[in-house]
């Protein structure tokens, strides 16, 4: 689909440090059942023992898994427990390989978000280099990656603001196809989208497709191909592409396409859930699910409340099915992926809507599952995950339930292990209580302090948290009649999204809502170079993306008010996070900001 990809959408989440958050408590896998939650042994060798089982290929009942050093070492039904490990009895409960989503794009909070569902591995379908880099080291679910995809110039995929490699025509794919494979990528996608309507957007065509192909397996990466067409989707298959990573909607799919991908063992990750979303069918009642709401954070919460333009269509929303239908029947692997964050979907969350959309699409329980579990692993190389069995990871997901029953079960989490460690669910974030002061004021900026009034005050931030070279020092500075903060930098290249510039958090801890809605105009006083300033709110109703509104300064001071209702989107009741930056523009850079006040 589209990921909502722009500059400002990891700009705060990256200064604030949630790519960096540190590694969850491994003392209890703490889940919704707080009160008769497991009790977890302190290091990564244990039994466990659960009134069933799904390894990922077939079912167990019982099912006992015995994990040392973080690793599965024995699986079975009646097998002895070791009697040097401690034996944890889960009881009437199922036990699961930990979730993989075959589609996601992470920013922000999405991989913490994600491990607090039981997804333990993403793959992500394109995102820039450097901050792919930066995920990896990240604290939550474990991240392998296309990096940059394979694009026309002006095509889908850079519109959201980074810029991949150019691919003119068949000439550039070996380039293309190198410079990925240099930077770190685990596959390639490649991205054929015309359009659809009266939207039309350019687009590779044919032979640039069947030459990024060739490329692409020269330098031992596996293509796979976002289409949204049946014409194109023919070419992705006949150029050799492994796997389709959306279901194509404008027609049924047809015996020859079928054919070809049976015969050529390729495989599709359809992503019915963010294709619902499109439909305008999204349900309303998610977070009221107590399986759901106390879990969600507030960027899933954003995501999640977001809508495609467009009446309801349930036509679309049935012709995907019925294609997939036609793939299952047919033989073709069917991946879960979700497609998050696009509107209407969220990290972790999304891939159990998808579990039950591929049920309704006529996979059974344990093929849906097995489409969460052994087959990404399996079409993406993971030969450590995806199932249980010895050798490989103590990916762990235990549930409360029998989803052969009903597939909601696998909401209802009871603890998580990666690796062999439990991890403890984060709960949902909250508004922060603490009172705003009524006089507003951001800061004076006297030089002996930062100046903050409220909240955890300003910081300087750029884009080398996340992989870039942008620089930026802040200053306190002043005469008898003024006091400000002096930031000055340079933005660089190296970074998808360069910036550089100062932030505000207005809660007691990092992006924590704080309610403002009892002001209605952002006050600030600014000068310098160059002339354009960006000046971006953060709120949970927004999901990852700001709101955005740019001033033009000048070397003389100037006085600005920006209504809080010109932040489209976001909601002053709980706004998180406030940031003045240069950039994207590359150069040197350099102005001042006093006075910053609400009224």
């Given at each position: ?106 920013f922000g909070t999405a991989l913490v978000d994600a491990l607090n569902f039981g997804v333990t591995t993403v793959l992500d379908q394109a995102n820039d280099s450097a ?469």
């Open positions: 689909m589209k990921p909502m990809i722009t500059v400002a959408a990891i700009l705060v989440a990256l200064a604030l440090g949630w790519l960096l958050l540190p590694v969850p408590e491994v003392n209890s896998p703490a889940g919704a059942h707080a009160d008769d939650a497991v009790t977890a042994p302190p290091a990564s060798d244990f039994t466990l023992r659960a009134e069933r089982m799904f390894t990922g290929s077939k079912w167990l009942i019982p099912g006992l898994v015995e994990v040392r050093d973080g690793q599965i070492s024995r699986v079975g039904s009646d097998f002895e427990p070791a009697a040097d490990l401690p034996l944890l009895d889960l009881g009437d409960r199922t036990l699961l390989p930990g979730l993989i989503d075959a589609h996601v794009h992470a901050l792919i880099e930066t995920l990896r080291q990240a604290a939550g679910a474990q991240l392998f990656a296309s990096g940059p995809p394979a694009t026309a110039p002006g095509g889908h995929g850079t519109q959201y603001g980074y810029t991949p490699p150019p691919v003119t025509g068949p000439a550039d794919a070996a380039d293309f196809a190198r410079t990925i494979e240099e930077a770190g990528s685990d596959w390639m996608k490649i991205i054929i989208e015309r359009g659809m309507g009266n939207w039309r957007m350019p687009s590779l065509d044919r032979d640039t497709v069947a030459a990024l192909v060739t490329a692409a397996e020269q330098v031992g990466l596996k293509p796979v191909a976002h289409v949204s067409e049946l014409e194109t989707a023919h070419w992705a298959i006949a150029a050799g592409a492994h796997g389709l990573v959306h279901i194509f909607a404008d027609q049924p799919a047809d015996d020859a396409l079928l054919a070809l991908m049976v015969a050529d063992h390729r495989f599709i990750v359809p992503t019915l859930v963010v294709m619902e979303s499109v439909a305008g069918m999204v349900g309303t009642d998610i977070e009221n699910d107590d399986r759901i709401g106390p879990w969600l954070s507030a960027e899933q919460r954003g995501s999640l409340a977001q809508r495609w333009p467009g009446p309801r269509n349930p036509v679309l929303r049935q012709r995907v099915l019925e294609n997939v239908r036609a793939m299952h029947a047919a033989g073709i692997p069917i991946l879960a992926g979700s497609d998050a964050p696009n509107p209407g979907t969220a990290h972790g969350l999304s891939l159990h809507r998808e579990l039950a959309l591929l049920i309704e699409a006529g996979l059974s329980t344990s093929e849906a599952l097995a489409a969460a579990t052994a087959l990404p692993a399996r079409h993406f190389g993971l030969d450590d995950r995806g199932l249980l069995e010895p050798g490989r990871r103590a990916d762990l997901l235990v549930i409360d339930g029998d989803p052969r029953e009903d597939i909601s079960a696998t909401l209802d989490i009871h603890a998580i292990w990666q690796a062999g460690q439990p991890v403890a669910r984060v709960q949902a974030d909250t508004v922060d209580s603490a009172p705003v002061p009524a006089h507003g004021r951001l800061s004076d900026f006297r030089p002996e302090a930062a100046g903050a009034e409220f909240g955890l005050g300003w910081e300087p931030t750029d884009d080398q948290m996340a992989g870039g070279n942008s620089v930026v020092e802040m200053q306190s500075g002043g005469d008898e009649n003024l006091a400000w903060v002096r930031l000055r930098g340079e933005i660089r290249s190296g970074f998808g999204w360069p910036w550089a510039g100062a932030m505000f958090s207005p809660g007691s801890t990092p992006m924590t809502p704080v309610d403002l809605s009892g002001f209605s105009t952002l006050h600030f006083k600014a000068r310098g170079e160059p002339a354009e300033l960006r000046v971006m709110v953060f709120s949970p109703a927004l999901g990852a993306m700001p709101a955005t509104q740019t001033v033009s300064t000048r070397s003389e001071w100037q006085s600005f008010e920006l209504k809080l209702s010109g932040f489209a989107g976001a909601d002053p009741a709980a706004i998180s996070g406030l940031v003045f930056v240069a950039g994207p523009g590359l150069g040197e850079f350099a102005f001042d900001l006093a006075e910053v006040r609400l009224e």
